[in-house]
């Protein structure tokens, strides 16, 4: 099983509509999860944090759900400059410090 | 300014040339890391740094080198490239602790 799991799309949607993208991890030490959004070609940019207690920023909602090891990502009111790849990013204890490990990520395009 | 900084943005180098990857950031992050992206693999790490006088292998090491030069810069090194070392390159650098990570621009990488 890969460490961290991502379907990778892509996800068609029209404007407006609500989309939800889950992650799953395999290491059941993992301790923090973040959200990234990458458009073509340019860097990976942290969209949000993943908090216990389920956080929101704006039209998007992040969820965590530690028993079953899935992250999950809601888009409400999808814009068209929603469409890149989001990446689903888990970080686990490892030599000294906190390793990252990013899913291969799940396009999204929305059409108007 | 970015606050992650990569030179060159684009290069083309032939097989068997040495080229070197430059990353300098400001933002005063220890942890500094080097990262290859292609189509369908994801972010997969080359090298990382937990400061000047430490250096570790990623999943992905063979072919690189890196030198920390200073606390702000972090070079990656091909002694003599070859084509499947086409890619996009990435810098991150993180704070302490579990923090997440913040990216350059990126290099893309071209080896014919």
């Known amino acids: 099983r890969k460490e961290v799991e991502q379907d990778p799309g892509p996800f068609n949607v029209p404007e407006g509509a609500t989309v939800a993208f889950n992650c799953t991890y395999s290491n059941s030490a993992s301790q923090s999860f973040f959200w990234y959004r990458q458009d073509c070609r340019k860097e990976p940019k942290l969209l949000m944090s993943v908090y216990s207690s389920g956080n929101e920023d704006g039209r998007f909602t992040a969820q965590l759900n530690r028993a079953s090891q899935y992250i999950s990502l809601l888009i409400r009111d999808s814009k068209l400059s929603d469409s890149a790849t989001y990446l689903c990013v888990v970080t686990r204890p490892g030599a000294g410090s906190y390793q990252l490990t990013f899913g291969k990520g799940t396009k999204l395009s929305v059409i108007p | 300014d970015a606050d992650v900084t990569q030179t060159p943005r684009n290069r083309i180098t032939k097989t068997g040339k040495r080229i070197m990857l430059e990353c300098s950031q400001t933002k005063g992050h220890d942890r500094m890391y080097w990262y290859r992206q292609d189509p369908g693999l994801g972010l997969r790490l080359i090298y990382y740094s937990f400061d000047v006088k430490d250096i570790n292998k990623g999943e992905i090491s063979d072919g690189y080198s890196v030198s920390r030069q200073a606390q702000a810069k972090f070079s990656l090194s091909l002694e003599s490239a070859i084509p499947n070392q086409t890619a996009l390159y990435f810098c991150?650098?993180?704070?302490?602790?579990?923090?997440?990570?913040?990216f350059g621009q990126g290099t893309r990488l071209t080896v014919v």
């Open positions: 991150a650098t993180r704070g302490t602790w579990d923090t997440e990570a913040f």
